[in-house]
């Protein structure tokens, strides 16, 4: 966190950092940790949505440490919340004692083989509404003092700028070097279609019979899709067009099963309608690239003992429990 050069006088900073040593050895940090967030935020709104707290608990907390403190820490304005000098030195001082005593806490717990604290996952929305609540749940009875808190998104994200511990994705090679990534399965991918636009329009026999049909297209704007298809040492590339592109999978199966055109997915994502017969294969005896089931993580030193415990629970599940 980057803070502004303090200024005033030397008496009004020593009478700042006096009661931060009280505070800190009465065990007192939630306040503390309430204050670096919204200077680090610059918005009480997301410094409550990083902690897990209501904007006005955070306010609250905030207005209680000026108060011990006798000074004013943050300046509020409408559309923004800034340091004051005070406040520029209060969270010099603090922010490393802050994250010295966090990190002897968490190196404490995890000698003796206990993970706590909380972990902030990114996900695909699929996965996580598919696959997910049984990990959650699972993990959550082995590991009662670790909290999970899950973002679904179909975007890429940014681990390191947005403060994940852990990103799952479905998707190539990661093209950002300053994460580090673990490869965890394939994840196998087909084409489908509902059996009533087979009926309609013909059945492809070729991937160069694709350009007769509508296909539908993975991502969040007009631009076509590519689509590579590969049989023994053959390779053939299609390019994608049709009345509709999306960015997330479930919303394309339902489009197929509605007889919209034909669609590439992840298997599990539509498994149950194969089953079932909403979805059939289209040119099955062509194989898609292989896409794998990554975890991402931002650049430590060394991976928290509650992270490796939850990717290693994770890897297992969609791996042995639940096979993707």
Known sequence: METPAPSGNEDKLADIIAPCVIIIRMGELESIRAFLAVAEQRSFTAAARQLGMTPASVTRTIAALEDRLGVQLLLRTTRQVSLTSAGAAYAARVAPL?????GAADETREQHGITAGSIRVS???????????????QFAAIHPQTHVALSLSDSFVDIVEDDYDLAIRISGPPADKSTVWRKICKVPRLLVAAPSYLLAQGVP?????LVRFSCLSYGE????????????KTTRAHEVRGSFSANNGDLLARLAMQGEGIARLPRFIIEAELVSGALVPVLSDWACPDIWLTLYYPPYARLPLRVARFSDFFEVYVKETRPL
Do not use: I
């Open 123 to 137: 996900a695909p929305v699929s996965l996580g509404v598919r696959v997910l609540p049984a990990v959650l749940s």
């Open 221 to 232: 704007d007009a631009r076509s899709e590519l689509w590579e298809l590969t049989k023994g």
């Open 205 to 209: 026999e070729t991937p160069e019979d």
């Open 98 to 102: 802050a994250e010295a005593l966090a």
